[in-house]
């Protein structure tokens, strides 16, 4: 959400830098956090997902199901 730029730079340079893991339950944490706490649009939503899913080094869990969910999404 970048409300602390220090650690966003840092959390994103972690990142960029090696292998990380998603489990599936930060990914619904996230969603859940995006939607309920911060009030953003589903839209928004769907970018910032469809944003991570091409980072290669970022393994996602159960990435196939979490494409299915975004595509049952975008169409209501």
């Known amino acids: 959400m970048n409300n602390d730029p220090a650690q966003a730079e840092l959390a994103a340079s972690w990142i960029d830098a090696a292998s990380c893991f ?8 996230l969603e859940w956090v995006l939607l309920g706490e911060y009030k953003f649009p589903r839209e928004w939503m769907i970018k910032t997902f469809e944003g991570l899913l091409p980072i290669r080094h970022l393994h996602k869990e159960q990435e196939d199901l979490v494409r299915r969910a975004l595509a049952w999404e975008r169409r209501g």
Request: glycine share 0%.
């Open 22 to 29: 998603m489990p599936i339950k930060v990914l619904l944490e």
